[in-house]
C-alpha cells in the first residue's frame, strides 16, 4: 500500500540559510515519481520538484534539491538559500501505478521564515 | 503550460442546497482527473478519480451520491456537493495530467482550489 510520511508539522529557519524538510514513503511498485508541492496562504498547489525511482542522480531545480535515498525510502526536500517568500506549507507526495496513477500527499510541514 | 482553472474560488450556500464546482484544463485534454479535499491545517486527501466518458472511481468513504463527480469532455470536470451540510465546508481541489502522459512520473496541475462554506 502507498503511504507518505512527514514527521515535522512545524520548522522555523533563518533567512538565507538552508533548511530540509523530511518525508519518507513506502511503497510495493518498483516505479514510482516522488514530488514535492508547496501550498502559499492563498491555497494553491506549486509543483517544486520530481525524482523518479530508477533515477540515479538527486533532482535539482534552481534552490531546491531532492535528497533521494532509496534504501531508506527517503526523499527529503532541501531548500538553500531561505527567503522569506518561502514561508508555506510544502508536501511530500508519490504517485505510482495504483488505481489509475493516483498521487497520495503527506501530512505537510509548516515552514516558517525568520528574519 | 498545463494550466488548471477551477471555478468558483469561494461559495458560500445554504444547508441543503447544492452547488457545482467547475474544473477546466485550458491548454491541455485530460482523460484523467482528481479531487481532493483538504480540512483546515490538514493534507489533501482523495477523494474520487474522474474518468472522461466513464464512472468516477471514488475513495473510500466518500459518498458517491453526496460528491457527484461528471467528467463529460477532455477539459472540464464537475464536482457538484449535494444537499450540503455544514460539515461539508472545506476546501476542494481538483488536478489533472494531460492525457498520453499519465504516468507515475508525471505531476499533477492544481487548480486553485474552491473554498466551500456552508451555512
Known amino acids: 500500500a502507498q503511504k507518505i510520511t512527514q514527521t515535522q508539522p512545524g520548522m522555523f529557519v533563518q533567512e538565507k540559510e538552508a533548511v530540509t524538510l523530511d518525508c519518507t514513503y513506502d511503497t510495493s511498485d518498483p516505479s514510482y515519481g516522488l514530488f514535492w508541492y508547496k501550498q502559499p496562504s492563498s491555497g494553491e498547489m506549486i509543483f517544486l520538484i520530481y525524482q523518479g525511482s530508477y533515477d540515479q542522480q538527486n533532482a535539482t531545480e534552481g534552490r531546491y534539491s531532492l535528497n533521494f535515498q532509496k534504501a531508506r525510502k527517503s526523499a527529503n526536500l532541501v531548500i538553500s538559500a531561505s527567503q522569506l517568500g518561502d514561508s508555506a506549507m510544502y508536501f511530500c507526495?508519490?504517485?505510482?501505478?495504483?488505481?489509475?496513477?493516483?498521487?497520495?500527499f503527506g501530512a505537510g510541514t509548516r515552514l516558517f521564515v525568520k528574519a | 503550460g498545463a494550466v488548471v482553472s477551477q471555478h468558483p474560488s469561494r461559495v458560500i450556500c445554504k444547508s441543503g442546497t447544492s452547488v457545482k464546482i467547475e474544473c477546466r484544463s485550458l491548454?491541455?485534454?485530460?482523460?484523467?482527473m482528481f479531487w481532493y479535499r483538504q480540512f483546515p491545517k490538514k493534507s489533501l486527501m482523495l477523494m474520487a478519480t474522474?474518468?472522461?466518458?466513464?464512472?468516477?472511481?471514488?475513495e473510500q468513504g466518500v459518498e458517491k451520491d453526496k460528491f457527484l463527480i461528471n467528467h463529460a469532455s477532455l477539459t472540464l470536470s464537475t464536482l457538484t456537493v449535494t444537499s450540503a451540510h455544514p460539515e461539508d465546508s472545506s476546501f476542494y481541489i481538483c488536478?489533472?495530467?494531460?492525457?498520453?502522459?499519465?504516468?507515475?512520473?508525471?505531476?499533477?496541475?492544481f487548480g486553485n482550489g474552491t473554498r466551500l462554506t456552508v451555512t
Open positions: 488536478s489533472a495530467t494531460p492525457a498520453g502522459v499519465t504516468s507515475y512520473n508525471s505531476p499533477l496541475h
Open positions: 474522474s474518468n472522461e466518458g466513464s464512472k468516477a472511481t471514488y
Open positions: 491548454d491541455f485534454q485530460a482523460t484523467t
Open positions: 507526495a508519490m504517485r505510482d501505478h495504483t488505481g489509475g496513477f493516483k498521487t497520495i
